[in-house]
Each structure stands twice: as structure tokens, then as C-alpha cells.
């Protein structure tokens, strides 16, 4: 059972472009979510799906930044028009349905992007 | 608001010694907290997850406390080596039907010899 998978794992952008993020999920693993790591600082939320919803998209800025968890395939994060601030690396998560309290989520290994 | 604090900011500590890194919350209601460690361009591996029934919690020579009552948790490192160098974050999530994880913005450990 592989791990969750993020890629690419360095992406690097000019201003103005677009930035794709994709995270595919452990097996069986229906909710997923997207973290946002600058240098030197704590990860945090940007948006929570599950499988074609979005939970709660409260930490994700309003304009540019979209993200998707279709019924098939991988979680996408999608940055138009990058700018040099979205330089980050970008955390995903993902965790089973229904699974109570004890609840285990499992992150991946992130996507650093940089914008140039 | 649900918050997550945590401290020291940084520690450095000598091969060979104990540390405790501290963890304050006010998420309500609360589910459940957990310890991550996170090397320097990994993603954060989990150590320990405690639920509201638990104040102990042991993983090799780390050592996770929760006290629910006064919301604060503890990660305490035995014997630290040299790899144990890293972020260790303290989540928290909330019994509010989201399952969202709430995160503390870490300790970064720095153990030398």
C-alpha cells in the first residue's frame, strides 16, 4: 500500500503561470487535505475535500487558488497566475471515511514550488 | 477560535539529554491531538495520537501527556540522538463533523553532539 503520492516534488514557475498540484491519496483514503508551509514557518490549512466536495475551503485564498478531489483520480491544486509570494512547499494529507477518533492521517511529501 | 500553541519556539539541546516541548489548545470540541515530527523538507511523520480518555502515551523514547481539563499536552524525548533533530507539531483536531487537523506551528528541535 503505497504512501500518499504528491508530484511533482519541485515545481518551478515564472509569474503568471500556472501551477498544478496533484496528491493521490493512500488507498482506500476518501478525504483529503492540502497544507500550505512557507520557510521557517508551521503548516497551514488551506482546503479539505473529500471525494468530489469541498468541506471547507476556509484557509484557501479566495482568488487564484481552486482545488478538486474528483471521483476518479488525484487531488489537484491549481495556482493561476502565480505570483512570487505562492512560493511555498505544499503538503497533502489524506485519511479513510468513518474512521472515528483515533483517526490516522497520512501526509506525503510535499511540493516545493517556486515562482521566478 | 480553535488554536494550537506551542513552545519553545526552538530548542537545542546535547546528544544524550531529555527535552519536553509544551502544547496548549483551545479547540472545542475536542477529538483528538497528535505529535508529528517533520525533517527539514519531508512531509510530518505521526509519533503519537491521544484521544480525550488518554494522558499518557508512549512511542520508543518519546512519551506524549494530555490533560484535557487544563487543554495541554506534552512531547517529552528521552536520551535524545542526533536524529531527533526536527519539527515536532502538535495537532489537534476537532470533534465538529469536519475532521479538520488544527496546527500548532511547531518546536524545532536541534539536537547537537
Known amino acids: 500500500n503505497a504512501g500518499v503520492m504528491q508530484n511533482p516534488r519541485h515545481l518551478v514557475r515564472r509569474r503568471g503561470q500556472e501551477a498544478r498540484l496533484r496528491c493521490s491519496p493512500m488507498?482506500?483514503?476518501?478525504?483529503v487535505y492540502w497544507y500550505r508551509q512557507l520557510p521557517e514557518e508551521g503548516l497551514k490549512f488551506m482546503v479539505y475535500?473529500?471525494?468530489?466536495?469541498?468541506?471547507?475551503e476556509s484557509g484557501m485564498p479566495k482568488e487564484r487558488f481552486s482545488a478538486e478531489f474528483p471521483k476518479e483520480g488525484p487531488s489537484i491544486l491549481r495556482i493561476q497566475q502565480v505570483v512570487r509570494g505562492d512560493s511555498a512547499a505544499y503538503f497533502c494529507?489524506?485519511?479513510?471515511?468513518?474512521?472515528?477518533?483515533?483517526?490516522?492521517?497520512?501526509f506525503g511529501q510535499g511540493t516545493r514550488l517556486t515562482v521566478v | 477560535k480553535n488554536q494550537v500553541e506551542q513552545s519553545p519556539q526552538s530548542l537545542i539541546i546535547l546528544e544524550g539529554k531529555n527535552c519536553t516541548l509544551q502544547?496548549?489548545?483551545?479547540?472545542?470540541?475536542?477529538?483528538?491531538l497528535r505529535w508529528y515530527k517533520q525533517d527539514t523538507g519531508r512531509g510530518p511523520v505521526s509519533l503519537t495520537i491521544?484521544?480525550?480518555?488518554?494522558n499518557t502515551k508512549s512511542n520508543g523514547r518519546y512519551t506524549a501527556t494530555l490533560d484535557a481539563d487544563t487543554k495541554q499536552s506534552s512531547l517529552h524525548i528521552t536520551a535524545s540522538q542526533l536524529s531527533d533533530s526536527a519539527s515536532y507539531i502538535c495537532?489537534?483536531?476537532?470533534?465538529?463533523?469536519?475532521?479538520?487537523?488544527?496546527f500548532g506551528t511547531g518546536t524545532r528541535l536541534q539536537v547537537f553532539p
Open positions: 494529507a489524506s485519511s479513510p471515511p468513518n474512521g472515528g477518533e483515533r483517526t490516522e492521517a497520512f
Open positions: 488507498k482506500g483514503h476518501s478525504h
Open positions: 475535500l473529500q471525494k468530489e466536495n469541498i468541506i471547507d
Open positions: 502544547c496548549n489548545y483551545t479547540v472545542s470540541p475536542f477529538s483528538n
Open positions: 491521544m484521544t480525550f480518555s488518554e
Open positions: 495537532v489537534v483536531s476537532a470533534r465538529d463533523g469536519t475532521d479538520k487537523l488544527i
